[in-house]
Nanobody, 114 residues
Framework: QVQLVESGGGLVQAGGSLRLSCAAS????????MGWYRQASGKQRELVAR???????HYADSVKGRFTISRDNAKNTVYLQMNSLKPDDTAVYYC????????WGQGTQVTVPS
């Protein structure tokens, strides 16, 4: 059974930082492209950042220079370090494991009040 469990969300003031974690089980983690997506209220889910099995990264323009995605294959975990947070970053953040299939976590709420 595949499980992706996100943690680290919360409420943070503008300009602050959070670190999200996503622990995976039930998959050969090192094979998967791992992604962080977010969905704000009333909006479509969007890609935030993605990291390949080789460690290549891709970021949405809105988070470049502020967010960093990383992975630890030994721990089957992907991280999203979020700095200089803005109210527009408020959303539910989802972890995804992408290969032959796509698996999703349950999401973690990040709130940056204006």
């Amino acid at each position: 059974q595949v499980q992706l469990v996100e943690s680290g969300g919360g409420l943070v003031q503008a300009g602050g930082s959070l670190r999200l974690s996503c622990a995976a089980s039930g998959i050969t983690f090192s094979r998967y492209v791992m992604g962080w997506y977010r969905q704000a209220s009333g909006k479509q889910r969007e890609l935030v950042a993605r990291i390949t099995s080789a460690g290549d990264t891709h970021y949405a323009d809105s988070v470049k220079g502020r967010f960093t995605i990383s992975r630890d294959n030994a721990k089957n975990t992907v991280y999203l370090q979020m700095n200089s947070l803005k109210p527009d970053d408020t959303a539910v953040y989802y972890c995804a494991a992408e290969w032959a299939s796509v698996f999703w976590g349950q999401g973690t709420q990040v709130t940056v009040p204006s």
